[in-house]
């Protein structure tokens, strides 16, 4: 099992900053990808920015040019940047990462989210 914890939520206004971390714990020697994802009330969640080991990274549309997703390997740990913050922006942020378990079989695993409330 793997588990996630994340900080840094809150409420911010808009045009302001945040950085969310997650932290991961337990059987992480064989995870890949990490990343974050939100969802917002009455809304699917939606996967905002991932990271690969090596360091690719890939955004949603919405948030390019204003979140910068990173890792830290050696800690288990990736963070969020999140500038020029939008009211549209206010949701349940979720660190995610996947666990291969035998060749090319993964499991999923999300943390219990962190609350980001962006006034405008």
């Known amino acids: 099992q793997v588990q996630l914890v994340e900080s840094g939520g809150g409420l911010v206004q808009a045009g302001g900053t945040l950085r969310l971390s997650c932290a991961a714990s337990?059987?992480?020697?064989?995870?890949?990808?990490m990343g974050w994802g939100r969802q917002a009330p009455g809304k699917q969640r939606e996967m905002v920015a991932t990271?690969?080991?090596?360091?690719?990274?890939n955004y949603a549309d919405s948030v390019k040019g204003r979140f910068t997703i990173s890792r830290d390997n050696a800690k288990n740990t990736v963070y969020l940047q999140m500038d020029s913050l939008k009211p549209e922006d206010t949701a349940v942020y979720y660190c995610?990462?996947?666990?291969?378990?035998?060749?090319?079989?993964?499991?999923?695993?999300w943390g219990q989210g962190t609350q980001v409330t962006v006034s405008s």
């Open positions: 337990g059987r992480t020697a064989a995870t890949g990808d």
């Open positions: 995610y990462t996947k666990r291969r378990i035998v060749g090319n079989v993964w499991v999923d695993y």
């Open positions: 990271i690969t080991r090596g360091g690719n990274t």
